[in-house]
Nanobody, 123 residues
Framework: QVQLVESGGGLVQAGGSLRLSCAAS????????MGWYRQAPGKQRELVAT???????NYADSVKGRFTVSRDNAKNAVSLQMNSLKPEDTAVYYC?????????????????WGQGTQVTVSS
């Protein structure tokens, strides 16, 4: 079993900052990409930022220059520093990881999600 646990959401005024953190636990052999997605009310889940084990990053155009994704491979953790927040950043933010793991019999790569953390930006 692999679990992702997020922390760091909350309420902030426009222009403020928040930092989200996510740690993966369980039987983890390796993790390829880790990242963050978000879902606003009435909208589909969308990519915010991803980072590979080698440190290559990818950002949604809407957050470029404001958000920074980072990871600690030794701790199986990923973080998202969010600056200059806007009301349109309000959403539930989900951590995601592609984890190479094993059931004991089989080895496979699974796509895992955290439970989500609410970020609310007031105007």
């Amino acid at each position: 079993q692999v679990q992702l646990v997020e922390s760091g959401g909350g309420l902030v005024q426009a222009g403020g900052s928040l930092r989200l953190s996510c740690a993966a636990s369980g039987y983890i052999l390796s993790i390829n990409a880790m990242g963050w997605y978000r879902q606003a009310p009435g909208k589909q889940r969308e990519l915010v930022a991803t980072i590979t084990s080698g440190g290559s990053t990818n950002y949604a155009d809407s957050v470029k220059g404001r958000f920074t994704v980072s990871r600690d491979n030794a701790k199986n953790a990923v973080s998202l520093q969010m600056n200059s927040l806007k009301p349109e950043d309000t959403a539930v933010y989900y951590c995601n990881a592609d984890v190479y793991t094993s059931s004991g019999t089989y080895y496979y790569t699974g796509d895992y999600w955290g439970q989500g953390t609410q970020v609310t930006v007031s105007s």
